[in-house]
């Protein structure tokens, strides 16, 4: 059965793509600043910055309403908050799929991304990382009613594994299981479904992305199939060439806030509330 946080972030995203104005300002405009600021004095006088993000990645970065109030709440979002207030701006947010986030960056329509990027060979020909805020663990989850079936990464060596298209975990998939046939799609949601729907054998997240996922759906479980992640871990992607004032205001955030960035993705996850 689906539990509250699932099936509220399901009907988002069957809405399609949603853009989100959550800035203190409380601006709704759509569009970004014309080009990367050229200083810290540049950027505040224009006022705000437009992140993207795939807000369908719990406990990082999920929608959630109360009181008939749509929010996007998470991990990344308590940094985006921080990164904002140091950076003395007001931020909006765009929510869309995960491998058009470096597109939208290039052709100038976000200033940011925040969706536990990991700052891969191939995404730095395309963007400037920030330093590295969080670095976590990979693990397999599976329908409940398969846990003596699929017991280790072997077994699952012949059968069709979801992931995050342009993920590290399709990465680890392509490397680690190459003969799996994968099924790749724009958010972990999806992921989840496909899973409890039994069009995919297993899917591949990471541990705190699992840990919600089974809460919202008790049909799913993680598995004793882990993974080490073999990025770097996730950074905040900026456009090429960025200022270098910016990107070192933005690092002294990261220095500052991450150790508490592992109490704050405890947090997204101990806060969710689940219907029986």
């Known amino acids: 059965m689906m539990k509250k946080l699932l099936k509220k972030m399901t009907t988002l995203v069957l809405a399609g793509t949603t853009i989100l104005a959550l800035a203190a300002c409380g601006s709704s405009s759509t569009t970004s600043s014309d080009g990367p600021a050229d200083s810290l004095d540049d950027l505040q006088k224009r006022g705000k910055i437009v992140v993207g993000t795939m807000a369908a990645t719990p406990p990082y970065e999920y929608h959630l309403v109360e009181n008939g109030e749509d ?135 990471d541990i705190p992305t699992a840990t919600l996922l089974a809460k919202a759906n008790s049909s799913i479980v993680a598995s004793d199939i882990y993974y080490e992640d073999p990025s770097a871990g996730a950074a905040i992607a900026m456009p090429n060439g960025t200022n270098e004032e910016i990107m070192e205001t933005i690092n002294g955030t990261i220095k500052r806030i991450k150790p508490d960035y592992e109490e704050w993705l405890k947090n997204a996850m101990d806060g969710v509330e689940l219907e029986d």
């Open 71 to 205: 929010k996007i709440v998470g991990s990344d979002i308590k940094l985006l908050d921080e990164v904002a207030k140091d950076l003395g701006v007001d931020y909006e947010i765009k929510d869309m799929d995960f491998d058009g986030l470096l597109v939208a960056l290039q052709s100038g329509k976000i200033d940011m991304i925040i969706s536990a990027m990991s700052p891969t060979e191939e995404r730095e020909k395309n963007a400037d990382f920030t330093d590295v805020y969080y670095k976590g663990r990979n693990v397999m989850m599976i329908r409940k009613e398969d846990v003596d079936k699929y017991k280790t990464a072997e077994s699952l060596a012949d059968k069709k594994i979801g992931a995050i298209k342009t993920s590290v975990q399709q990465t680890i998939l392509e490397s680690e299981l190459p003969k799996a046939t994968l099924k790749l799609l724009g958010k972990s949601t999806e992921l989840s479904l496909d899973l409890a729907n039994k069009k995919v054998d297993a899917v591949l997240v």
